[in-house]
């Protein structure tokens, strides 16, 4: 069965970077994201990645965020620079395995969730 595990979150200075990681297992070769989420607040599409590789961004990570995925390694990355103290949050990552393009940016549309890692961004 689908299994997704993030890892490589902490805690970091505004100005500084995290890569987090999803190790992924079973089918994960439709639509992939990352969500985050921080107290009271909605769950916020981070970057999604589709089958073929062609990405998006909010409009608040554009330019400082970079999603992929490794398909040697079966995980899908998020690199996080430039950080900002409105980036701490849960992150999650997730898996469609209904859609191979467009992929969603609402959280409904996903299927698989990973148990979240805590990213903290101190100014």
């Known amino acids: 069965q689908v299994q997704l595990v993030e890892s490589g979150g902490g805690s970091v200075q505004a100005g500084g970077s995290l890569r987090l990681s999803c190790a992924a297992s079973g089918y994960t070769d439709h639509c992939m994201a990352w969500f985050r989420q921080a107290p009271g607040k909605e769950r916020e599409g981070v970057a999604t990645?589709?089958?073929?590789?062609?990405?998006s961004y909010a409009d608040s990570v554009k330019g400082r965020f970079a999603i992929s995925k490794d398909s040697v390694k079966n995980t899908l990355d998020l690199q996080m620079n430039s950080l900002k103290p409105e980036d701490t949050a849960m992150y999650y990552c997730a898996l469609d395995t209904r859609t191979l393009y467009p992929c969603g940016r609402m959280p409904e549309a996903y299927n698989y969730w990973g148990q979240g890692t805590q990213v903290t961004v101190s100014s």
């Open positions: 990645i589709s089958l073929v590789r062609i990405t």
